[in-house]
C-alpha cells in the first residue's frame, strides 16, 4: 500500500506469469486451444494480429470456447470469428457517425438558440446565465422537495457551473489555441458562444445545458432534437 508504479516494478520486476509474445507465438495459441486454420486463415489471421491488441481481439472468439476451458468448441471456425469481429467494428463506426451527427446538431442549437436573444453571444459568461440562482440557497424549496434533496441539488448546479467555467478559462488560456479562438483572443475581445461550442467538449456542452438558467430556451432545444423535456435532453447528454 501507498507504492507508486515504478517502486511496485522494481519491487516485482518478474512477478506476471504471462511474457511478450511474437506474432507467430500468438497465431500458434489459436491452433494449441483447438481452432484449425486453412492457409488462407492462417495469413489473415496474421494480418489481423498486427492490427489489433491480441488481448482485445481473444474477446471476440471467448464465446466459442468450452464451458470453463480455454478450448475452442468442436465446430467453431475462423470464419465465424471474424465474423463477430467485423460486425463489431461495424456497429461501432455505426454508433460513431450517429453520435457526431448528433453533437454537431447540438452544437449547431446551442448557439443558435441561446444566442437569438443575445445578438453579442457573451451572456454564457455571465454568472447570471446559471443555476443556482444566487438567492436559491436560502429559499425553502418551491417544489415541496426535501431540504436535504434541495441542497443536493444546489450543491450538482455549483459544481457543474465551476468545471463549464474551468474548462472556458482553459479554452482562453490554450498556448496554441485554434485560430477561430485566436482571432479573439489576440484582440483581447470576448469570445462569442457560437465561437466557444466548437472549442469545448461534448461534456462541456452537457455541463452547460445542466445549468443554463433559461429553461424555454434549453426546452427549444430539446424539441429540436426530438426530445419531450429539458430534462429530458439532458439525462441523454449527461
Sequence with gaps: VGQNLVERANTNPTDSKKCWADIQTQVDKFGSRGLSLASAE????????????YYRFS??????Y?????????????????????QDNLLRKHL?????????????????????????????????????????KREIPADGSSLTRWQEKYDFWE????????????VLKRKNPEAFIKRFTDKNENIPLW?????????????????WKEEEEIFRIADYLGFTSAEELRRATG
Design 42 to 53: 492462417y495469413s489473415e489471421l496474421r494480418k489481423i494480429l498486427r492490427t489489433q491488441n
Design 59 to 64: 474477446g471476440y472468439f471467448k464465446q466459442f
Design 66 to 86: 468450452k464451458p470453463g476451458e480455454e478450448k475452442f468448441e468442436l465446430g467453431a471456425n475462423f470464419c465465424d470469428l471474424v465474423f463477430v469481429y467485423e
Design 96 to 136: 460513431y457517425e450517429g453520435l457526431r451527427d448528433i453533437e454537431l446538431l447540438l452544437r449547431t442549437q446551442i448557439a443558435y438558440i441561446l444566442c437569438q436573444h443575445d445578438p453579442a453571444g457573451t451572456a454564457y459568461l455571465q454568472r447570471k446565465s446559471y443555476y443556482p440562482i444566487l438567492s436559491h
Design 159 to 170: 459544481r457543474t457551473r465551476k468545471s463549464l467555467e474551468k474548462s472556458i478559462e482553459q
Design 195 to 211: 465561437v466557444m461550442v466548437e472549442a469545448l467538449s461534448f461534456g462541456d456542452l452537457s455541463k452547460l445545458l445542466d445549468v
